[in-house]
């Protein structure tokens, strides 16, 4: 188990907790048999812990004398409102529980991401240290691969697909590629400046996924879910822009604000009959103009 594992652990436990005793946190660790080795978490290095956790992540584990001793997180709302922190948190904290219940591995399913463990480490180093990679890239729809100089700026996961968002030093353009496209990849010696204006989360910000398509405005957008679906768009927003319009109870209207590429409109499709496009017109004929493509695949049946 990794020290980070054992981080990851100790602030799940006390979210979890709220409050909790340094005697119930060690009974609790000890109890986690694959993780502990069933030792107890000795006070000296639950301290260590709380510091290098502090160090680490910013994250403040404080100890509320009054009323027994009962340690907290001070800040918890650094978490919840930093995206990358909770999700690596929450991923974190999912491994740890499966790595609890190896013995229910064959009755515990999750999806494969075929592109994250080969080359996402070297771009990482590479953003890390502002330096030019060369990729060896291989497109869906080309059949030869091509040498590739990009400046990484960021990398993002959608789909269970892992992209990195670039310079492309030949085209002098900004390009995304997939991950597992990539053949092989070269950290370089080459150093370059991030744009000091540039943030991955507003290039992203107006669009759905990772399809980014300049010719496509963004502008709001209306759809209507039907009660069985209404609970899925709640629980899950298919947007940070996501509003609640009206809900009846038989169906129920939501606001979006984005540009509707061709992924947006792959991810209504798959709601089906569920959900209708209710604004603009052009995304509604958009839609029919699909949807009548599928109907000619299955009308002679």
Known sequence: MTQLQKYTWLIETIRRAGKISHRDLSDKWEQCKDLSDCNPLHRATFNRWRTAIYEQFSIDIQCQRAGGYLYYIANPEDIDENELKKWMLDSFAVGNLIGENLSLKGRILVDQIPSGRDHLTTILEAMKENRVVNIVYKAFNYNDSYNIPVEPYCVKLFENRWYMLGHNLSKDTIRLYGLDRI?????????????????????????????????????????????????????????????????????ADFSLYLAPTYDFIMKLLHAGGMVEVISPTSLRKAMKGWISDMYELYKND
């Open 183 to 251: 053949e092989a990849v070269e950290v370089t010696g080459q150093e370059y400046k991030m744009p000091k204006d540039f943030s991955a989360t507003d290039y992203f910000a107006n669009y759905f996924g990772i399809v980014v398509d300049d010719r496509v405005k963004p502008e709001r957008i209306i759809i209507r879910a039907n009660k069985d679906h209404t609970p899925y768009l709640k629980s899950l927003p298919l947007h940070h822009s996501q509003e609640l319009i009206e809900d009846d109870g038989e169906y």
